[in-house]
């Protein structure tokens, strides 16, 4: 897999995620790392709905910012992929209070 995204100062939030090229929906994006962890304080912070299990997410997708209107997903096996078509120079966002499912966009 071809890298596509680069990591860039954010006018959202101090750094951020940005597609290096167009990314089509469904796409896979990266996967995320995560280290499973007991101290809930601090950023980067995920939990497993299956198991209950939290993890800090280290690497650079720790670096998605928050927007309710997402264009990634944070998916199985720490996968993120798009949830519409992305431009290049677009930042990428994941919705943190998202269910398990992604609203697709258009």
Do not use: Q
């Amino acid at each position: 897999m071809k890298k596509c995204f680069r990591i860039a100062r954010s006018p959202t939030a101090g750094r951020g995620v940005f597609a290096t090229r167009p990314i089509k929906r469904d796409e896979l994006i990266g996967k995320a790392k995560c280290v499973p962890t007991t101290n809930r304080d601090g950023a980067y912070l995920v939990v497993s709905d299956e198991t209950g299990i939290w993890a800090k997410m280290t690497g650079p997708m720790r670096f998605l910012n928050h927007r309710r209107l997402a264009n990634a997903w944070f998916g199985e096996d720490n996968r993120i992929t798009a949830t519409r078509r992305i431009r290049e120079g677009e930042e990428l966002f994941l919705d943190y209070g998202r269910g398990n499912e992604p609203e697709k966009g258009r």
